[in-house]
């Protein structure tokens, strides 16, 4: 038993070692798409429609990926990961990818060989309750009995903000997230934590009576959402970190799904640049020059993947908060383009 275990061990570390060597984006290439983790079913994040065609704002960072790489944003793959699975399917090489509303922190930078490229949504964790539970804020869930899912950092966050606070309270941690919601939505607690965008889509998508339950006005944590890529293959973290600046920067210059094909001619020379009409970007990270236009053309910018996703435009209906323009007083922002 255990010359198997170490022989596991030495298998993962050698494919691991083998992709490096590969590098991610010959990998891809010669594959013909991009292996994206994402979640088992989060609405507005990252979940099958109603034609099995994978959905949302992290699902367009696979997106974007794919037509940065490949020229056609379909070519990925959606691997349906819960959360203890998603960073080791990211060491062993099963994912190219993980955009699966993950929380930057510095343990996950430093200790799981992996590394994030970038933030593509700014949260908080927060509480979601039952509006006949009669309370209007977190202060007063002392006693409380609260749901969460293992393996996230909710957990932590939850113990701290309660001792901090005097605040009491009873954990039901479980492994799998749909177990989660069917036990709040069966009374087994009277509280489900987890980052406030999440709470949001349970509440729209996976409660038979939305109009029951409220989502308390606190928020008690930074929740720097985004996509995560293995440590070492920095060709590949640069281009997955430039797909997303790539929308922001879009968003900030005006450039649309609908209107890049008229920018083409633009005077602008960040225009030209973003576009490849002025070339060097492309060449930079081995991919075409046109890779930031097939992520605007295919995908769109990042303020059209929120609105139609999780933004008024859908049925969450959040506002852009923090997750606006660094211009509109958000925190979005890319680096320049030269």
């Not at 996976?206 to 929740?223: F, N």
Request: hydrophobic share 40%; charged share 20%; proline share 4%.
């Amino acid at each position: 038993m255990r010359y198997a275990k170490y022989a596991a061990a030495a298998l993962l570390m050698y494919s691991v070692t083998q992709l490096a060597c590969a590098g991610t984006l010959d990998v891809v290439k010669k594959r013909g798409y991009v292996q994206c983790g994402v979640t088992t079913g989060f609405a507005g994040f990252s979940a099958p429609d109603s034609k099995g065609e994978w959905k949302g704002l992290d699902v367009d960072m696979c997106r974007a990926v794919a037509a940065a790489t490949l020229g056609d944003a379909s070519k990925f793959k959606a691997v349906p990961l819960n959360s203890q699975q998603r960073f080791t399917a990211l060491q062993s090489g099963e994912i190219d990818l993980l955009a699966r509303n993950t929380t930057v922190t510095q343990q996950r930078d430093t200790a799981l060989g992996a590394i994030h490229a970038g933030i593509n949504y700014y949260d908080g964790q927060g509480f979601l309750v039952p509006k006949s539970l009669n309370v209007k804020s977190a202060k007063e869930l002392d006693g409380a009995t609260v749901c969460m899912q293992t393996g996230t950092s909710n957990e932590n966050t939850m113990a701290d903000w309660a001792r901090a606070n005097g605040i009491h309270y009873k954990p039901v941690v479980i492994e799998q997230f749909n177990e989660v919601v069917n036990a709040f939505a069966a009374g087994r607690c009277d509280v489900f934590t987890t980052d406030a965008s999440g709470l949001a889509s349970i509440r729209i998508s996976k409660l038979s009576k939305p109009d029951d339950y409220m989502v308390l006005p606190e928020i008690i944590s930074k929740e720097p959402l985004g996509p995560y890529v293995r440590q070492g293959d920095d060709n590949w973290l640069n281009i997955v970190q430039w797909s997303l600046y790539a929308m922001i920067d879009a968003e900030e210059l005006g450039l649309t799904s609908k209107n890049v094909d008229q920018n083409l001619d633009s005077k602008n020379p960040d225009v030209r640049r973003l576009l490849g009409v002025t070339p060097g970007a492309g060449k930079n990270m081995g991919v075409d020059e046109k890779w930031a236009y097939n992520i605007i053309k295919q995908v769109g910018n990042y303020g059209e993947s929120f609105e139609r996703n999780v933004g008024m435009g859908s049925p969450l209906k959040l506002q852009r908060g923090l997750n606006a323009l660094w211009t509109k007083g958000g925190l979005m922002y890319s680096p320049p383009l030269n």
